[in-house]
């Protein structure tokens, strides 16, 4: 689960990079066109989180929830 989170979470990190160097060189040539080359850096925001959200559910997904805790919970 480890490596999963850290190689989606390092290409959003590559993605966001890429593309401010991307925005900054955009800045420089064409500055009219900056807000729409902000989109590929929502779109590796999205990805960051959309690995998270996949190791969470992976990490979750073998663990069968215990049934005496929920008949603890209930009695208290």
Do not use: W
């Amino acid at each position: 689960m480890l490596f999963i989170t850290f190689s989606l979470d390092l290409g959003a990190a590559y993605g966001t990079a890429k593309s401010g160097v991307g925005i900054c060189s955009m800045g420089v040539l064409k500055p009219d066109l900056i807000f729409k080359s902000i989109v590929p850096i929502i779109m590796a925001g999205i990805l960051g989180i959309y690995g998270l959200i996949v190791a969470v559910i992976l990490n979750n997904k073998g663990k069968e929830p215990s049934r005496q805790r929920f008949t603890s919970e209930l009695l208290h």
